[in-house]
């Protein structure tokens, strides 16, 4: 049979996700740098897994909407395909963290409890540790974030057979999800004493719900119809998005313009993408995950040795240094990305096509749905 062609890749949300894991690394990194100050655009850096989150929600829908509304949605295909997705860097990444801590407390160096934390090892091993089942942070603390991805891929039917009878009256569905996503953090903080965003290991999990099904939502907006005049309406929300950040406003507000963002954007034809379309830019969203999950091994390493090598015993580094390793962090997400995760990637999904496309007796092969391109944590 011919294979089930896949829904046009949308360069330029490849693109944005760079930016969101470069705003958590300067987030993460910002502390290390010798400076008295912190701009308030960096403070809300967190809010770059917010912006992971509503692409997850929009790209999944893309991809996968449509078949499960056909039925011709695998579960386990689709189960399969995040885990060679998520999976092999995770891994990668929690065993590098060991390894450093490891060879710390060979050297006689301190390091926090948490880094080493085994107690919480099989939490993060099984993608548990954002659900309440690690009891506190440690070894590659960004990955509480893809253990909340998994939570939503676990639940990815519900959030379809929410959205789908909803495709017909897109903007009653994206309201519906705004509102469901202010509401959620009212009510959170005011029972919890501090914003749903900040969660992480206890209340991650419940932190992606919200985001996905608003990036669900928004795809039923593009879906019906891309956005006229996009790259205007990208720009506008784009500038809400970082004024609001800037001023410290209520984090829905920025991450409503967030969504907003990325359906401008999606809504972009890929002829008038300009450098968001490019080749550096879309590579650079490619590696967007090893950047965000190298994120906190590579400050272990790398700002310990700069440490050492400049005299700062408080960690906290001169610009160019610190620079220098921001650098870095990209040259080592790269190095990860075709080292690691990649070829892991094709390796598992490898495994799953010969195990789902076998030749049959009659010597014909059974039809193949071709994996998109990811865009998404």
């Known amino acids: 049979m011919t294979p089930v062609q896949t829904p046009v890749d949308l360069r330029p949300l490849t693109a944005l996700r760079f930016m969101a894991a470069l705003w958590v690394a300067f987030y993460t990194f910002w502390p290390n740098l010798d400076v008295s100050f912190i701009p308030n655009l960096t403070a809300k850096g967190y809010l770059g897994v917010e912006l992971f989150f509503v692409l997850s929600g929009f790209i999944l829908s893309h991809v996968y909407l449509h078949t499960f509304a056909e039925k011709r949605f695998s579960y386990r295909g689709f189960l399969w395909a995040r885990i060679a997705r998520v999976y092999p860097l995770h891994f990668f990444t929690l065993l590098g963290v060991m390894a450093l801590g490891l060879a710390a407390v060979a050297v006689g160096m301190s390091i926090d409890d948490s880094v080493l934390s085994w107690k919480t090892l099989p939490a993060h091993l099984l993608m548990l540790h954002a659900w309440g089942f690690a009891g506190e942070a440690g070894w590659n603390h960004p990955s509480w974030s893809i253990s909340a991805e998994w939570f939503a891929y676990l639940a990815f039917p519900l959030f379809a057979l929410a959205a789908w009878p909803l495709r017909k009256r897109p903007w009653v569905a994206t309201a519906g999800a705004a509102v469901f996503l202010m509401g959620l953090y009212a009510a959170f903080e005011r029972l919890a004493g501090f914003p749903l965003t900040e969660a992480t290991f206890r209340w991650g999990a419940l932190r992606i719900v919200p985001c996905f099904a608003y990036g669900c939502a928004l795809y039923l907006v593009y ?155």
């Open 223 to 377: 879906r019906r119809a891309p956005l006229p005049r996009a790259g205007s309406l990208a720009l506008c929300a784009a500038a809400v998005m970082i004024a609001s950040a800037s001023v410290l406003a209520w984090d829905a507000i920025t991450v409503l313009a967030a969504g907003l963002l990325i359906l401008a954007l999606a809504s972009i034809p890929h002829e008038r993408a300009g450098w968001l379309g490019s080749k550096p830019a879309v590579y650079l969203g490619e590696i967007s995950y090893s950047v965000y999950m190298v994120c906190a091994p590579w400050q272990i390493l790398a700002v310990n040795l700069a440490a050492r090598a400049t005299g700062a015993e408080d960690k906290r580094l001169h610009v160019l240094v610190w620079l220098g390793i921001i650098t870095g962090l990209i040259v080592a997400a790269a190095a990860t990305y075709h080292l690691v995760e990649r070829p892991a990637r094709k390796a598992l999904r490898g495994m799953a096509h010969r195990r789902r496309s076998p030749v049959d007796r009659t010597g014909k092969q059974s039809e193949t749905v071709l994996q998109p391109s990811d865009t998404i944590v």
